[in-house]
């Protein structure tokens, strides 16, 4: 279920609003020279990445022996996966065209360097490895390594915060879909929260 998060009706509050004004794949940057360079991911790395992203994160929160790089990048990663809706927002990952494909990108991006990173750990170096193993498989299992989209060749910064092109929702039925049904359940939400407390109102 895409509604698990309080947080997340929290942030649809914030970004509606947003709509109109919004520019497509705004950033938010105080410059690529204060971060940490994260490479490229392709389209077909973005499906496999998303699919073992918890085990990844998880993998990577434990680590003790870490260096500064290491943990802008994984804390990148997780401001990111939540600037793009904690990647519940349908075809994100897979559709091109949706508003939040390049801020997927930039979370799996980085979720990416951190496993990567990982494999050099002594104490995460084993589990880090079987996941890249796993993924490597699943890539040439599923035919995704030669599959590119218009994101596949951009790099990414720590210091540059990737949202999602809240102008471009209303043009992708699946997002618009999405965000209006959420809309819709917080304002009955509200309205049976109100009704509820009218009634138990001394």
């Known amino acids: ?4 998060r309080p947080i997340f ?3 649809i509050l914030t970004v509606l609003p947003l709509y109109a004004v919004a520019e497509a794949h705004q950033r938010s940057s105080s410059g690529p020279h204060t971060g940490n360079a994260i490479a490229e991911i392709s389209h077909g790395e973005m499906i496999m990445i998303a699919e073992y992203r918890d085990r ?16 802008r990048v994984l804390n990148y ?19 091109e065209t949706s508003p939040f494909n390049e801020c997927s990108h930039a979370y799996l991006a980085a979720t990416k360097a951190v496993l990567l990173s990982m494999r050099s750990m002594g104490g995460e170096a084993v589990q880090a490895e079987a996941i890249v193993s796993a993924i490597d498989a699943g890539m040439v299992l599923r035919g995704l390594a030669l599959i590119t989209c218009e994101f596949s060749g951009e ?9 999602p092109s809240w102008g471009d929702v209303p043009q992708h039925p699946a997002s618009m879909a999405t965000l209006t049904v959420l809309a819709m359940a917080l304002l009955a939400a509200v309205y049976c929260g109100r009704r509820l407390l009218q009634r138990i109102a001394p």
Do not use: S
Request: proline fraction near 4%.
């Open 9 to 11: 009706i929290l942030a």
């Open 77 to 95: 990663a997780q401001i990111q996966y939540a600037y793009c809706l904690w990647g519940r927002m349908p075809g994100g990952v897979t559709d």
């Open 155 to 163: 790099t990414f910064n720590t210091a540059d915060i990737i949202r």
């Open 1 to 4: 279920m895409i509604f698990r």
């Open 56 to 71: 990844i994160i998880d993998l990577a929160a434990q680590a003790t022996d870490t260096t500064e790089p290491f943990r």
